[in-house]
């Protein structure tokens, strides 16, 4: 059965959509089955993951609607290896639209139960990840992933202020634990745009390790100048430059995600 991670953060900036396109491509060389699911209206995983956003016939809206099936409205990434059930500019009226609906914070549930083994008694599935990228805000399409997901990854810099927001994340997922979702957990927290030059950097990791133990990554993604650019060119760093630091880092993070679930991965 598939894994279903959200890749979560109230704060905004911290490298969740980096993280999601560039773990499902690090997933793909690793030898797994990667669904994307972009629940941020920006768009912004469709893009890097080489998809127009302007030009989908469908995408998630469709799908939260009811009006379409993941099967209908998903798309392939032109370059990553891997699907994308993307978003754009409809996205932010869903969730005006969503809260009149019955079962508004299970509708992406429900939709991806035919996809992951969850329905008609079908083990294997179509994927073996599925990465749902969260907008930076605590709203019904969060819930909604959130809903959907066995646990989330928490991407965050070594700075005070996201130590804070990493606390308020912390115990949403408390209450989506205790009300909606008895499956959700904190699968982990990824380090990201890590400088180890910058003592700050140093002292927050060492306290993130101190306080969270095991669920801290092994895995450190250091700052780096071609994750940065790889968008532009509707791809993720893993593609645009494999040899970048960067790209080599999220590949380890993938190869450390699989050994973490016990997915039994196919190519490692």
Request: aromatic share 6%.
């Amino acid at each position: 059965m598939a894994k279903v991670f959200c890749i979560a953060n109230q704060k905004g900036g911290v490298g969740k959509t980096t993280t999601t396109v560039n773990l499902a491509a690090g997933l793909v060389q690793v030898g797994q089955r990667v669904l994307v699911v972009d629940l941020d209206p920006q768009g912004n995983a469709t893009m890097g993951s080489g998809i127009d956003k302007r030009a989908m016939p469908l995408s998630i809206y469709d799908v939260l609607l009811e009006s379409a099936s993941i099967a209908e409205a998903r798309q392939a990434s032109t370059c990553g290896g891997y699907d994308v059930l993307g978003a754009n500019r409809e996205l932010a009226g869903a969730e005006v639209e969503l809260v009149a609906l019955e079962h508004r914070h299970e509708r992406l549930r429900r939709a991806l139960a035919a996809l992951t083994g969850d329905a008609a008694g079908d083990e294997a599935g179509e994927y073996d990840f599925v990465l749902i990228d969260c907008p930076p805000s605590l709203s019904l399409l969060t819930l909604n992933g959130l809903c959907s997901a066995h646990g989330v990854i928490v991407p965050m810099q070594c700075e005070y202020f996201a130590l804070e927001g990493l606390s308020d994340l912390v115990n949403t997922i408390k209450q989506v634990h205790a009300n909606l979702n008895r499956d959700l957990q904190v699968i982990g927290l990824l380090r990201v745009m890590y400088d180890p030059r910058i003592t700050l950097q140093q002292q927050v990791s060492e306290q993130l390790k101190a306080h969270f133990g095991e669920k801290v990554f092994k895995t450190v993604i250091p700052r780096n100048v071609r994750l940065a650019e790889a968008p532009s060119y509707g791809q993720p760093g893993v593609v645009f430059d494999p040899a970048s630091k960067g790209a080599q880092a999220y590949v380890e993070f993938a190869r450390e995600l699989v050994q973490r679930v016990g997915t039994g991965a196919r190519g490692l």
